[in-house]
């Protein structure tokens, strides 16, 4: 994969739930996470990109839960820009544990950006991820 981009985390113990697994909904948060280090890395700031009344929002997520992560798991979470739409972009992203490269998560999460007027557009930088990923 080309400009694969990964970030390593390690499970904590609250992060799991009644039957020692990490509770599915964790992984939206590992998942966010890594995108918004991704952009940074690229130099997209998300946060600035909000102050500014750009907003990149998720509009779809796709995930699928191939094992379980539990307490204490170290793993990374890859993400890669992959084209969608003409308005819309995706991230393919998978969440791997490190001691076996064991694939645990594959997902796609599809997004867009809104500006001030909350109207879907596509800003220069996206253009530029999809032209490095390419």
């Known amino acids: 994969m080309s400009d694969l ?3 390593d985390f390690k499970v ?3 992060e799991c739930d009644m039957q020692g697994i990490v509770n599915n909904a964790v992984y939206f948060h590992y998942l966010e996470h ?8 690229r130099g997209v700031d998300f946060a600035a990109l909000a102050r500014e009344k750009i907003n990149l929002v998720v509009v779809r997520s796709e995930m699928d839960y ?3 992560l539990q307490s204490g798991d170290r793993f990374i979470v890859t993400v890669q820009y992959q084209a969608v739409s ?7 992203q998978q969440v791997l544990r490190q ?3 064991k694939l ?7 997004g867009t950006a809104l500006n001030a007027q909350g109207k879907p557009f596509v800003p220069g930088f996206i253009s530029q991820l999809a032209a490095v990923a390419g």
């Open 12 to 14: 904590r113990d609250y």
């Open 34 to 41: 890594a995108r918004h280090e991704y952009l940074l890395s």
């Open 66 to 68: 191939k094992a379980s």
């Open 86 to 92: 003409k308005l819309r972009f995706g991230f393919r």
């Open 99 to 101: 001691q076996d490269g």
């Open 5 to 7: 981009f990964t970030l």
């Open 104 to 110: 645990m998560l594959d997902a796609l999460i599809t």
